[in-house]
């Protein structure tokens, strides 16, 4: 059994999820279990669409009762629908529930069968904005899951589950569509993060703008935010 037996994908519906569900046979996949809360119809024999809403507690746990073989999960479903932090609205509190609270249901309820599978590899698809608060509510979503992916790194140890986190800039799906701006392409951001599992690592810095923003936390707060300087 490698790490890559059979792949798990959330949001695979989706610009990166396409891409990480057509990839995962080019790694070994002989199963890749296509997840999205209206699965879509793949011409491959290996890819089974399985429905996953990951704000709905009882439909994770029917995916994790359905899908025990699982080697990696890529936790990859995600949105954003342009909330605030500054103030308590409803808009904010739906986006936790599909970029945090979603992502750690779907964790918790597949740890098990990782660790029945020989430990693993949880993937946590976050952002380049998870390290700098510039994208409003979607930045606290997402620091939000970065600072639960360290924790899960450490708690899902003893059970030989490796848990990365991916972290990129604006990469060329419908979710970026706006902003006129260079973008990465998704098959290339895909196949970094599955370099990154394949070599073991903790973390994958996707795109020069991850490495930049990350070398910057070292250094004072405006260098990040020159908007705070004085």
Request: hydrophobic share 45%.
């Amino acid at each position: 059994m490698t790490i890559f037996d059979v792949v798990l994908v959330t949001g695979a519906n989706g610009g990166l999820g396409t891409r990480f569900v057509e990839q995962a046979p080019e790694r070994g996949a002989h199963k890749v279990y296509a997840t999205a809360r209206t699965p879509r119809v793949w011409n491959d024999p290996r890819i089974v669409p399985l429905a996953l809403d990951v704000t709905d507690p009882a439909s994770v746990e029917a995916a994790a009762a359905a899908a025990p073989d699982v080697t990696p999960v890529v936790n990859n479903a995600g949105g954003a629908n342009g909330s605030t932090v500054l103030d308590d609205n409803a808009a904010l509190r739906d986006l936790f529930d599909v970029n945090f609270f979603g992502p750690l249901a779907v964790a918790g309820a597949f740890a098990p069968a990782l660790a029945a599978n020989g430990g693993g590899a949880l993937l946590n698809v976050l952002s380049v904005l998870s390290r700098i608060g510039i994208g409003d509510g979607y930045s606290a979503t997402k620091a939000a899951l970065w600072s639960a992916t360290n924790t899960q790194r450490v708690a899902l140890a003893d059970q030989g589950t490796l848990v990365t986190s991916l972290h990129v800039g604006y990469t060329d799906t419908p979710m970026t569509a706006g902003p006129d701006v260079p973008k990465n392409d998704p098959a290339d951001i895909v196949r970094k993060a599955y370099d990154g599992i394949a070599a073991g690592a903790f973390e994958v810095l996707a795109d020069d703008l991850s490495v930049q923003v990350k070398s910057g936390l070292a250094a004072p707060i405006e260098a990040l935010y020159p908007q705070l300087a004085t």
